[in-house]
């Protein structure tokens, strides 16, 4: 049991990083940037998002639901990028 429990947690930490890999201006697949500025004007920290979860799977409709729910932040998309 404890071999397979230390497999499985060996497995997991391999993978995890993974998807780190495929964000930002080395990934292969078209994709959208987030970004951001906070209430006092600050530029935070840049998503990047897949283009199909932009222009078919509402991501979209969810930034301008932050938006609205979170006064004083402002953000928006740029792009696409990518193939």
Not at 2 to 26: D, E, I, M, Q
């Amino acid at each position: 049991m404890r071999k397979l429990v230390f497999s499985a947690a060996v497995g997991t930490l391999v993978l995890a990083p993974a998807p780190a890999a495929l964000a930002g201006p080395n990934r292969a697949d078209s994709y959208y940037t987030v970004h951001c500025t906070d209430p006092g004007g600050n530029p935070t920290v840049n998503e990047s998002v897949d283009a199909h979860a932009i222009e078919q799977g509402g991501k979209l409709d969810a930034i301008t639901n932050f938006n609205d729910n979170h006064g004083g932040w402002s953000c928006w998309v740029e792009g696409p990028f990518g193939s």
